[in-house]
């Protein structure tokens, strides 16, 4: 099989696509044809061996991924695709179903033409993709989709509350407007001029261009504050909050759960959430989709498919 490697950190130039085996399943993995991938915020970090702006994040992930060099070298943190072959012990799932979810504490990641999981995961999801998504619509869901659930759900988002959500045009921005507007808080959307129509007509009620308004300087204040880009100064975000408000960031640990899951599949079931994809690529032009997310104004997902 094909997969897209790199042995060194670096620019989009060092992935290399080379052949590899075939993994086989153990007793309770299951074996899965991949069909597509993203291109993450989070991937560009782990190919570059760095997070842009922070000295103590780059130092948690060289620890992580490789202190030298890249430990385990398959890149790729989502994967949606069909189920090859099941483990003897394999209870949850069996060959032909479709599945998504994130490789998170996997030895290899999803930039392959096959991957294998375990059925149950102590790090990391799998699960049945949802029939309403097709494959690149599943592949984008759970990084931005359980992060911006995970950190809506600590800022306890309720109904009626007023929500500046900032950076709301990225892969957690699309998610956390959805997610906040379907529990019925009031969304003010922070975004470019470029992604106003985009913010609009995923449901935020108010959207404010930061590239033509500073807001910092806005009277209005917030329940609860949503840095969904990691680029609005903590100081900034706290004075926007009413008294009680709540600030939550990207900047931040998240866990990834299989119940996140199951509350974006029942937006998606209600026709309230579907995932945002900016681009796709076939997988021999993944430097090209690594080129365009280094560039930090991808809009919702980068898709990688084709696989040969
Ligand atoms: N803690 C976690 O578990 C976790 C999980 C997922 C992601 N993350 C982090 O979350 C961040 C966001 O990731 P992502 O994939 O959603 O998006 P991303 O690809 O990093 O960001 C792209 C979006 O950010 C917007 N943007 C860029 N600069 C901005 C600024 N100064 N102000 C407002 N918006 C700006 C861009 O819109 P414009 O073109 O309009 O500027 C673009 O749509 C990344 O740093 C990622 O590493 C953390």
Known sequence: MKAIIYTTYGGPDVLQCVDMDKPVPGKKEVLVKVEASTV???????????YQGSVLFTILLRLMYGISKPRNQVLGA??????????SKVRLF????????????LKTGSYAGYMVIPESRRQGVIAMKPPQLSMPEAAALPVGGMTAVHLLTKAEIGMRQEVLIYGASGSVGTSAVQIAKYACAKVTAVC????IELIKAI????????????????????????????????????????????YCTVRSITVEKTAY??????MIEQGEFRPVIDR???IDKIAEAHEYVDRGHKKGNVIITNWP
């Open 192 to 195: 470019s001029t470029a992604n």
């Open 280 to 282: 796709v690529y076939p």
């Open 261 to 266: 899951l199951r509350s974006l599949h029942q």
């Open 203 to 246: 449901g935020a009620d108010q959207v404010i261009d930061y590239t033509r308004e500073d807001i910092t300087q806005l009277k209005e204040r917030f329940d609860v504050v949503f840095d969904a880009v990691g680029k609005l100064p903590g100081s900034a975000a706290r004075q926007l909050l009413k008294k009680g408000g709540r």
């Open 78 to 87: 989502e994967f949606a695709g069909t189920i090859e072959q099941v483990g």
């Open 40 to 50: 993450s915020a989070g991937v560009t970090w782990m190919r570059k061996g760095k």
């Open 94 to 105: 069996k060959p032909g179903d479709k599945v998504y979810g994130t490789t998170t504490g």
